[in-house]
């Protein structure tokens, strides 16, 4: 259900309703009958599990730290666009320039490189100059 969340990521209330991932999750969690009458944050709490907004954000750093890593194709992916180091004070050694992005349908405002960069910047310098994937998954998440 979550195949290529990067690609298309519904933003709109409306869209992560059609979608009905969480619901899916709620109700698999109430299949579980001694967690059945707890409240659903509680049951996830209990079977460690994250939300789907948790997982869509986790994946989406994911995707960047690969992309800034050089780990895909540089065919295939977004250019980031880094700032520039002497506007890097705060934040990590691979901050993306935060650009506005004024459009009348909001089309370019919800996609990967706009949805990204404020997480991404926010991330401290110890967990995004890590050498593997792993490390990255492990120090943070």
Not at 99 to 111: A, E, G, L, P, T
Not at 117 to 135: A, Q
Request: glycine letters at 2%.
């Amino acid at each position: 259900m979550e195949y290529a969340h990067s690609v298309w990521y519904p933003c709109k209330k409306g869209d992560i309703g059609l979608v009905e991932m969480e619901k899916v999750q709620k109700i698999a969690t109430k299949l579980i009958i001694s967690l059945k009458t707890l409240p659903y944050k509680e049951r996830l709490r209990r079977l460690k599990l994250p939300t789907l907004k948790y997982r869509r954000l986790r994946e989406d750093m994911i995707e960047v730290f690969k992309i800034i890593n050089n780990m895909y194709s540089t065919v295939s992916v977004p250019v980031l666009p880094f700032a520039p180091s002497s506007s890097v004070t705060r934040g990590n050694s691979f901050k993306l320039l935060n650009q506005r992005f004024y459009h009348i349908y909001d089309i370019r405002k919800y996609s990967f490189i706009p949805r990204i960069i404020n997480t991404w910047n926010s991330l401290p310098d110890f967990v995004v100059n890590v050498d593997s994937i792993n490390i990255f998954l492990n120090t943070f998440w």
